[in-house]
């Protein structure tokens, strides 16, 4: 098993989310109330700020998003405040805590740590295999994420957040779709633009234009800005397994090839930086992560089941497959975002 030294924290002394919350808000508005301000708020008004929090008292009709446009001058940021208020219905006369700065990018608490589950897809329709989903079941997973409060994050982000350089919402997940069938532009693309959600297809680089996805496909997805292309090997074979009568400098040279061909082909073709990988069949060793290091890789993914903390080891990250079996209460329980400790 693959994993990586980190130091030890200490937590015990660290009061819980919702006392700190509490804290927080009492003594800013002890030391903030009456402060003065020209921030321009839609109908609410700033009891006071330091560099670090406000505290607005909503109006009416105030909502996250519009505190986010004031406050970050984008709504998409709605969420870091909803989550520095959780549970909370905004209503008139309310205070809302606002963060002004990502103070915990890496998602630890006193009470445990945050979590991203990374689904992965594979083939879209009727097909009577078992990694194939209905368009039926594909648009009701994705209605799923968005009734119940989740943001779909991209690839790149969540390499953020395991670097500890970016906080992610509470409720995030990362969508991948392995190998490159058609079906993903045929199915999943449209589903996932009415959505505007993100995701990456890892691909295999001899399958494009070879029965998988053509050149002309994948760049329309790219230019979509939804939609990234990362390798999946070059020929998809097990990276793992050494053929027979295959001396082992033989198997590190296959290796290498199968490592960097398929990043170098996509980084020529198309306009996004290569930066993460997929094993085939989810398998891994220790010649695999040299060569994904060597070749500038930020992260390789599996198909184990979970979801990753800041602190997971980036080469040997979960991602939990999805089947045409799984019921939606089974697409719910991969949505793993807390590990309570």
């Known amino acids: 098993m693959l994993r990586r030294s980190i130091p030890r924290l200490s937590l015990s002394r660290l009061p819980p989310r919702r006392a700190l919350w509490n804290l927080q808000l009492s003594v800013l508005c002890a030391l903030l ?23 607005v008292m909503a109006g009416e009709g105030e909502t996250y998003a519009r505190l986010a446009q004031a406050f970050y001058g984008d709504a998409q940021l ?6 520095a208020n959780p549970g909370r219905a905004l209503n ?26 990374i689904l992965s897809y594979h083939r879209f329709g009727d097909n009577k295999g078992r990694i194939s989903v209905t368009r039926e079941q594909f648009e009701q997973q994705m209605d799923y994420l968005a009734d119940n409060g989740f943001h779909v994050v991209s690839l790149a982000d969540a390499a953020a957040f395991l670097r500890g350089e970016k906080a992610l919402p509470r409720k995030s997940v990362v969508l991948t779709i392995d190998d490159g069938y058609q079906s993903v532009y045929q199915i999943a693309f449209p589903v996932l633009a009415a959505h505007g959600y993100p995701a990456t297809v890892f691909i295999y680089s001899d399958y494009i234009g ?24 070059q020929s998809h074979a097990d990276l793992t397994v050494r053929q027979p009568d295959e001396r082992v400098d033989d198997y590190l040279r296959r290796l290498a090839g199968e490592v960097e061909n398929p990043g170098r082909v996509l980084n020529k073709r198309l306009p996004e930086p290569v930066f993460g990988y997929a094993y085939p069949y989810g398998a891994v060793n220790r010649p695999v992560v040299d060569q994904l290091q060597r070749n500038g890789y930020q992260l390789g993914a599996t198909v184990k089941r979970g979801a990753n903390p800041a602190f ?19 697409f719910a329980a991969a949505l793993i975002n807390f590990q309570h400790e």
């Not at 109330?33 to 700033?46: F, V």
């Not at 709605?78 to 989550?83: L, N, P, S, T, V």
């Not at 008139?92 to 589950?117: F, L, M, S």
Request: charged content about 25%.
């Open 33 to 55: 109330l009456g402060g003065c301000s020209t921030r321009p708020l839609m109908t609410g008004a700033l009891l006071g700020e330091d560099d670090d929090f406000a505290v």
């Open 78 to 83: 709605a969420w870091r405040i909803e989550d």
């Open 92 to 117: 008139v006369g309310d205070e809302v805590v606002i963060p002004k700065r990502e103070n915990n990018r890496i998602g630890v608490w006193a009470d445990g740590y945050q979590t991203v589950p």
């Open 210 to 233: 070879r029965g998988g996805l053509t050149w002309p496909q994948m760049k329309e997805m790219v230019e979509s800005g939804l939609i990234s292309f990362q390798p999946h090997s």
């Open 312 to 330: 997971a080891f980036p080469y040997d990250l979960k991602r939990t497959m999805i089947y045409k079996a799984d019921t939606l209460d089974d």
